[in-house]
């Protein structure tokens, strides 16, 4: 069964570094999100993205975050100086279609620690 | 705005019986769709059932149902016959019909105990 693919699966990384998590769509979709998990607390969108750009993003997608598309496969978010608070799991999903009736198709996570 | 409540955080069903987790959201829109996720201690995502608010119906899948009560803005889960590996935190999710591709808003989750 085809599935969302994320690397690595856990990230340590000092405060202030740049840090890139990386993703594998399933193959046929066309839309792609990240998620944010804090420990203990509720999934939190992130932002959409497709057609190489951002559909719509939330307010804790600030400037400190970005995400790309470099090739026909890899969907990445980029950290720019990672802050403490920033100690999530962050989930990669995605969809066939914008229609709402498809489904969304998460990842594994990415445990990222920053110390 | 959408908002989606989870007021059990923790829940617990003896093997073989049936638990029920509660949800309510609240929206203006007329068009959505209703999610529950399972979140195993691995921390994947994984689908368990969806409902279209345009159905009537209540959605099943094997042992997962739901009791959508669009009024009331209320979207539970029953798990029937309990199995040890049914046991994980079981998020509700709200996705907007009338904003293509819009992000999923989840609730606080409740938290699964299967008991043997």
């Known amino acids: 069964e085809p599935e969302v693919t994320q690397t690595p699966s856990h990230q340590v990384t000092q405060m202030g570094q740049e840090v890139i998590l990386r993703c594998v769509p399933i193959s046929n979709h066309l839309y792609f999100y990240w998620y944010r998990q804090i420990l203990g607390q509720k999934v939190e969108f992130l932002v959409s993205?497709?057609?190489?750009?951002?559909?719509?993003k939330s307010e804790i997608f600030d400037d400190q975050f970005s995400v790309e598309r470099p090739d026909g496969s890899n969907f990445t978010l980029k950290i720019r100086s990672t802050k403490l608070e920033d100690s999530a799991m962050y989930f990669c999903?995605?969809?066939?279609?914008?229609?709402?009736?498809?489904?969304?198709?998460f990842g594994q996570g990415t445990r990222l620690t920053v110390v | 705005a959408q908002t989606v409540t989870q007021s059990q955080p923790e829940m617990s069903v003896q093997e073989a019986e049936t638990v029920t987790l509660s949800c309510t959201y609240d929206t203006s829109e007329s068009d959505y769709y209703l999610f529950w996720y399972k979140q195993p201690p691995s921390r994947q995502m994984i689908l368990v059932i969806r409902?279209?608010?345009?159905?009537?119906q209540n959605a099943t899948e094997n042992r997962f149902s739901v009791n959508f009560q669009k009024a009331a803005k209320s979207f539970s889960l029953k798990i029937s016959d309990s199995q040890l590996g049914d046991a994980a935190m079981y998020f509700c999710?709200?996705?907007?019909?009338?904003?293509?591709?819009?992000?999923?808003?989840f609730g606080e989750g409740t938290q699964l105990t299967v008991n043997p």
């Open positions: 999710a709200y996705r907007s019909g009338e904003t293509s591709g819009s992000r999923l808003t």
């Open positions: 993205f497709y057609n190489n750009e951002i559909s719509e």
């Open positions: 999903a995605s969809s066939e279609s914008w229609d709402s009736r498809s489904n969304t198709f």
């Open positions: 409902q279209e608010a345009y159905k009537q």
